[in-house]
């Protein structure tokens, strides 16, 4: 019996995020390697994940500047609520301190944009870059 997908938990708020995920990882959905599951706040993630809806997430990837809840505040609530969940920051801003700061907050990753998805294909998912 095939492996269960892994499960993404996506968080960003520009509205084209989910397309790029969507094309560029379409031949792991395809193959039932990967599954995502897409937010558009930390709100909207935090409620996904309480209520079930992205049960079986085993990584989060968070944009830091959203409005409303930013990522750093979404990495504090899922690390108190979901200690098993692996969180990983993206951000379009190379920050030192930033990305110490999320860091120190538990986040597993300091991604900056665009993002380089040959790595997170192999570091993050754990699957061989094609």
Known sequence: MPAPPTRALVVDDESDVQFLFTQKFRREVRKGLLEFVFAT??????EKLRTG?????????SDINMPGMSGLDLLAA???????????????????QLETTALQGGARGYLT??????????????????
């Open 113 to 130: 944009k665009p993002i380089d998805f040959g790595t997170l294909k192999g570091e993050v998912f754990g699957l061989e870059a094609a």
């Open 41 to 46: 706040s930390g709100e909207e993630a935090l």
């Open 78 to 96: 899922v690390t108190s609520e979901f200690p098993d969940l692996e969180v990983y920051m993206v951000t379009a801003y190379d920050d030192g």
């Open 53 to 61: 809806e992205a049960a079986d997430v085993v990584v989060v990837l």
